[in-house]
């Protein structure tokens, strides 16, 4: 009433950033040209597409292997990762995690 546009203006950005969000969660991720059905999924690209749903991305270095490890084990159900999504996003924060061989 008579506030002016701001608070509209916010919400109506907020409303956008949501369903930007939400169609770039829907697009059935098929921005990997040429990677044949069946081959080992790429991990990095899974893990940013599938795990910022509910929250910020992790740096992989905040975990140790272990942590990944147990993390994943709580993460994938809720991700809906299959065996093979799982072991590939394993890998790549296992390789990246804070007591990851460099
Ligand atoms: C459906 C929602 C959802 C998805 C998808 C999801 N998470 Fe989570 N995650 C949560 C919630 C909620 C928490 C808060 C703490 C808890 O419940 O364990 C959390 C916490 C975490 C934590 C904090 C430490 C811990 O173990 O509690 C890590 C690390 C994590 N998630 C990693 C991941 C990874 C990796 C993926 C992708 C495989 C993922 N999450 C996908 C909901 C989700």
Redesign the pocket.
Same mark, same amino acid.
């Given at each position: 009433m008579g506030l002016g546009a701001v608070p509209d203006m916010a919400s109506a950005m907020r409303r956008l950033i949501a369903l930007l969000f939400l169609a770039a969660c829907a697009s059935p991720g098929s921005r990997a040209p040429g990677r044949a059905e069946g081959a080992a999924p790429d991990g990095a690209a899974l893990?940013r597409k =599938? /795990?910022a749903? /509910?929250?910020r991305l =992790?740096d992989p270095s905040e975990?140790t292997a272990q942590g990944w490890a147990?993390? $994943?084990r =709580? $993460?994938?159900p =809720?991700?809906h %990762?299959s065996d093979a999504q799982r072991e590939a996003?394993l890998g790549y %924060?296992q390789g990246r995690a804070r007591d990851a061989p460099r």
């Open positions: 893990y =599938r /795990c749903s /509910c929250h =992790r975990q147990e993390a $994943m =709580r $993460m994938a =809720r991700a %990762l996003v %924060l």
